[in-house]
């Protein structure tokens, strides 16, 4: 959390990908609020993200994808990628 944030804060660009790592790790940690802000940010900044399968394809185990895919659910995030299934 404190990595990624610091490099928002010091002017590195706000990623898709590393806005999901930061909303899995507020969850993981108990920060259910700060979580659940920033999936608004999330959804508002990127409405059609395919960032599940990014995800599940840049982690060698599925595992560890769909652990912080879970986090991310946790946290309210609904993944456009399986609404239509």
Known sequence: IRTLSEAV????PVREINTAHLIAAYQAAGQ???????????????PESRVSVVL???FEDAANAQ???????????????????
Request: proline share 2%; charged share 35%.
């Open 32 to 46: 259910h609020e700060e979580a659940a802000e920033l999936v608004e940010a999330f959804d508002k900044s990127w």
């Open 67 to 85: 652990k912080e895919l879970d986090g991310m659910g946790a946290a309210g995030w609904v993944d456009p990628a399986t609404k239509s299934r």
């Open 9 to 12: 804060r010091i002017g590195d």
């Open 56 to 58: 599940l394809s840049l």
